[in-house]
């Protein structure tokens, strides 16, 4: 069990807001059964990423939190991924929160062959209008999700869970997002 760490927390609707971690342990079995699909398919949609992708899943820990309605947390100083204790019990929300933290993971480091999530952001916003002259950022955010509404960062995190877990059913945003991530 690990001492308390800090990170900022998503909430399923609303701002990221600072929280406590407490009581960090390893995921259950059945956590990690879940995910071995997912991280399969992450890897196979950025195959160079594979091996941070691994990492992380390797680092992927269960924790408490002080904030009652926050699912997960990505921690930038420990390189972690922490997610709500009990998620197990709706696997699905458990997956989506797992992909929406590892897109912070993957994005928090710039690296060569990919944009920062703010120039991946803007110049497929750029590519949206020329088809939907009408759409203003938000418009174009929130065709991923609500919470891709609240920052570029969020909705560069959206559209990675949204690119990952929906493949080509996925918004078109999404997909522009993920176009443009990568140069
Ligand atoms: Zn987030």
């Given at each position: 069990m690990a001492k308390g760490s800090s990170g900022v927390g998503d909430i399923p609707s609303g701002a990221s807001v600072r929280v406590n971690i407490t009581n960090e342990q390893k995921p259950s079995s059945e956590i990690v059964k879940a995910l071995t699909q997912y991280k399969i398919m992450a890897a196979e949609a950025f195959p160079e990423l594979k091996g941070q992708i691994y990492n992380e899943f390797n680092k992927l820990v269960e924790g408490d939190f002080s904030k009652s309605n926050i699912l997960g947390v990505y921690v930038p100083s420990l390189k972690k991924i922490v997610i709500r204790r009990g998620l197990a019990k709706n696997l699905a929300k458990m997956k989506g929160t797992v992909s929406h933290e590892l897109a912070h993971a993957l994005s928090i480091t710039p690296r060569n062959g990919f944009n920062s999530t703010t120039t991946a952001f803007k110049r497929a916003f750029a590519e949206y209008r020329r088809s939907h002259p009408r759409a203003t950022q938000q418009s174009f955010a929130r065709s991923i999700s609500?919470?891709?509404?609240?920052a570029k960062s969020e909705a560069f995190a959206e559209a990675f869970r949204d690119f990952t877990m929906n493949g080509k059913n996925a918004s078109a945003a999404s997909k522009l997002i993920m176009k443009h991530w990568r140069r």
């Open positions: 609500s919470y891709a509404a609240t």
